[in-house]
């Protein structure tokens, strides 16, 4: 079993019928790391002291008899906006360059549960702000199937690690997007769950009302596996869910027959790339001619939906980003005074895009212009909520692109933040409505570059978009299709 080729469930079985210890699923898994991750700088921190460890305790405990769980042995990766106790958690940001959490997020003691090995936390842009992992203070992080463009944002390390076959599973948050897109980006399989289902303990809060804690993966049944591993209610999370998760597993595999799906109108228009556009179409064809009634639908606010999304994430970013000012953890300033201090700490802690949406959400929230700005996106945004209610007593699900573009070059939006953040206009509405959003691969361009598509549905839907899906990804062989540099990498080491 090629350790690139294996899926989480495929290495959790191995490992149980005995065919291979975690040891040796580790080593292959920090083997790809080191051969691999020069090039792709997906990876701020490997774990390898503290994965071994874990892998050696799982192999005693399998010796013992004892049974393992869902993920067994599985390595995986964390995005580094996730509290891991005694290891970096660093949000790709200076400021937090040296903190080192005391405890972990409910979602890694929830992976330790199931069986899950962590091996690294991956690369984002500065505290899960930007569209294309390039605004992390460490390094630069390269979309594997062109080295030359980027992986999205901002889980662009934890998609950039699943593409290039580094682990078989990663998680991301998603607060406007940061989970789509960059799966669509990289051609692998994303997830925004409904807001609440997966706890944010232990995440590092960018925007609150938005921010969700999400799965990638290579294909649909690995995402549903890693879905169920950290969804459900925790009394840590005031903003949880209480009650069950969904029951997806009976969802997967069945046809689609009466499945409505409307295709957003406001999604294929201008802005849109024609590869993209076309993929969209095809899509729906093929929904349609599998069983399901496929219609345009219509959600007129979600032309708006970017501009109220930047004013309440920069204004919820405004007051979560306070916090650091050098007094409690991470970088300080040493200064005569205590202003000082502040000031010179946030300076150099912070980068660029980071201090320009913390003042585009102060300005926002300041006196006399919290009702022009602040208030007005969030009427926008029940407005919106209110479209896509209508649109779900119609459709059980709604189809579109999931990125408006394929990958861009590295630097290509650098200079120009308005084009960045127009890189969400398919991805921000799910979050302002609180809805389940998935991504996954629609195909190629003439480039060789995964497009992807996004299926939303209502409020504890992930059953329904799941199962579509894996319908459609059953139809294709897009999973088998591997980058180059993975390709490569294989065939040195069968020559060696």
């Not at 979309?143 to 599973?169: E, F, H, K």
């Not at 944010?200 to 925007?207: E, K, M, Q, S, T």
């Not at 609150?208 to 549903?224: A, E």
């Not at 969209?280 to 069983?291: K, L, M």
Request: aromatic share 8%; proline share 5%; net charge neutral.
């Amino acid at each position: 079993m090629p350790f690139p080729l294996a899926t989480a469930r495929e290495i959790a079985a191995s490992f149980m019928a005995k065919d291979l210890s975690a040891e040796e699923i580790v080593q292959a898994a920090l083997s790809r790391i080191a051969a691999l991750d020069p090039q792709v700088g997906a990876f701020l921190t490997v774990t390898e002291r503290q994965a071994l460890a874990r892998a050696r305790e799982l192999d005693r405990r399998r010796q013992a008899g004892e049974p393992g769980g869902p993920l067994a042995a599985v390595p995986l990766a964390l995005k580094d906006n996730l509290c891991t106790r005694g290891i970096p958690t660093t949000c790709a940001s200076r400021i937090l360059q040296n903190f080192l959490p005391p405890y972990d997020a409910t979602v890694v003691e929830r992976l330790a549960a199931a069986g899950a090995i962590i091996v690294g936390k991956t690369n984002l842009d500065e505290f899960a702000m930007g569209s294309s992992t390039e605004t992390s203070a460490y390094q630069l992080t390269r979309n594997p199937w062109d080295l030359s463009r980027v992986p999205g944002g901002t889980s662009g390390g934890s998609a950039a690690a699943v593409a290039a076959g580094m682990v078989p599973v990663a998680l991301g948050s998603d607060t406007g997007g940061s989970i789509r897109q960059p799966a669509a980006c990289c051609g692998v399989v994303g997830l925004k769950p409904t807001y609440g289902l997966v706890s944010r303990f232990g995440l590092v809060a960018h925007a609150s009302s938005l921010d969700q804690i999400g799965p990638l993966s290579r294909d649909v049944t690995d995402n549903v596996l890693l879905f169920e591993a950290v969804a459900g209610p925790d009394p840590r999370d005031a903003t949880a869910l209480a009650g069950a998760i969904p029951t997806v597993r009976l969802e997967i595999g069945r046809d689609l027959a009466g499945l409505r799906i409307g295709l957003i109108s406001e999604l294929l228009g201008d802005g849109v790339q024609p590869a993209v556009l076309r993929t969209v179409h095809a899509a729906a064809d093929w929904f349609a001619s599998n069983g399901a009634l496929v219609e345009l639908a219509q959600l007129p606010t979600i032309a708006v939906g970017i501009a109220a999304y930047y004013l309440i994430a920069t204004a919820e970013a405004s007051a979560n980003l306070a916090r650091y000012d050098g007094v409690k953890y991470g970088l300080r300033s040493e200064q005569p005074d205590l202003s000082s201090m502040y000031r010179k700490t946030r300076a150099q802690g912070f980068g660029a895009e980071v201090k320009r949406r913390i003042m585009l959400g102060t300005y926002a929230l300041s006196a006399g212009y919290y009702e022009a700005y602040y208030q007005k996106a969030q009427l926008v945004r029940t407005k919106l909520r209110e479209d896509y209610r209508r649109a779900f007593e119609k459709f059980d699900l709604l189809l579109s692109c999931t990125s408006p573009t394929t990958a861009f070059r590295l630097g290509e939006k650098l200079e120009d933040p308005l084009a960045m953040y127009l890189a969400d206009i398919a991805t921000v509405g799910a979050n302002l409505a609180g809805i389940p959003a998935l991504s996954f691969n629609g195909g190629f361009d003439d480039r060789g570059l995964p497009i992807g598509l996004q299926l939303q549905g209502a409020a504890l839907s992930e059953p329904i978009l799941y199962r579509a899906a894996y319908a459609f990804e059953q139809a294709y062989d897009f999973i088998g299709r591997r980058p180059a540099l993975v390709t490569d990498a294989e065939l040195s080491a069968s020559a060696g």
